[in-house]
């Protein structure tokens, strides 16, 4: 059963992963972070800890994709959401696969996010999974890297929000 289920979560990794690649020749800006959630579901509140990498694309409509690992008591999940968002605020939604570590389950399921951040941020998160709705309040903390203007020059550092009035 062990194997299997490192032979899932490789597989997993690769399919969340991969897509990243296409990306990059195109970026506006990557984000990466630390996040951590309070999952409200099943009659017990349990601490979730992840870390997301986000694609954003500002020319024209504002988009992105992420994708993150997260780790829960006996639960780690796998997802990638399509996100659109203003800065200070977003909303997102996409599939998540959740491994259940205690059970050898595997389960697909969907989750949607409202947040408000820049780089210190804060979100919403409604996921359901096999049947069990959770809430999940949280927040995070992200760095920019990789990005470009829309010139396509290379930006040296994501913290220019200082200079807006340029």
């Given at each position: 059963?062990?194997?299997?289920?490192?032979?899932?979560?490789?597989?997993?990794?690769?399919?969340?992963?991969?897509p990243i690649?296409?990306?990059?020749?195109?970026?506006?800006?990557?984000?990466?972070?630390?996040?951590?959630?309070?999952?409200?579901?099943?009659?017990?509140?349990?601490?979730?800890?992840?870390?997301?990498?986000?694609?954003?694309?500002f020319s024209?409509?504002?988009?992105?994709?992420?994708?993150?690992?997260?780790?829960?008591?006996?639960?780690?999940?796998?997802?990638?959401?399509?996100?659109?968002?203003?800065?200070?605020?977003?909303?997102?939604?996409?599939?998540?696969?959740?491994?259940?570590?205690?059970?050898?389950?595997?389960?697909?399921?969907?989750?949607?996010?409202?947040?408000?951040?820049?780089?210190?941020?804060?979100?919403?998160?409604?996921?359901?999974?096999?049947?069990?709705?959770?809430?999940?309040?949280?927040?995070?903390?992200?760095?920019?890297?990789?990005?470009?203007?829309?010139?396509?020059?290379?930006?040296?550092?994501?913290?220019?929000?200082?200079?807006?009035?340029?």
């Amino acid at each position: 059963m062990k194997a299997n289920f490192l032979r899932n979560l490789r597989i997993v990794l690769l399919l969340f992963f991969m897509p990243i690649s296409f990306f990059a020749s195109a970026q506006t800006i990557w984000t990466a972070g630390p996040m951590i959630h309070v999952n409200f579901g099943g009659g017990k509140a349990k601490l979730s800890y992840s870390f997301e990498v986000a694609y954003w694309n500002f020319s024209g409509f504002p988009y992105s994709i992420d994708f993150a690992a997260e780790f829960e008591s006996k639960r780690i999940r796998f997802y990638s959401e399509a996100q659109t968002g203003v800065g200070a605020a977003g909303v997102a939604a996409g599939p998540v696969l959740e491994f259940q570590t205690d059970k050898g389950a595997t389960k697909l399921g969907i989750q949607t996010s409202v947040w408000g951040n820049y780089f210190l941020g804060f979100d919403l998160r409604y996921r359901k999974v096999g049947g069990q709705s959770t809430f999940c309040p949280g927040a995070y903390l992200k760095t920019g890297f990789a990005g470009m203007d829309k010139d396509g020059n290379e930006i040296h550092s994501s913290s220019h929000w200082h200079d807006l009035d340029d």
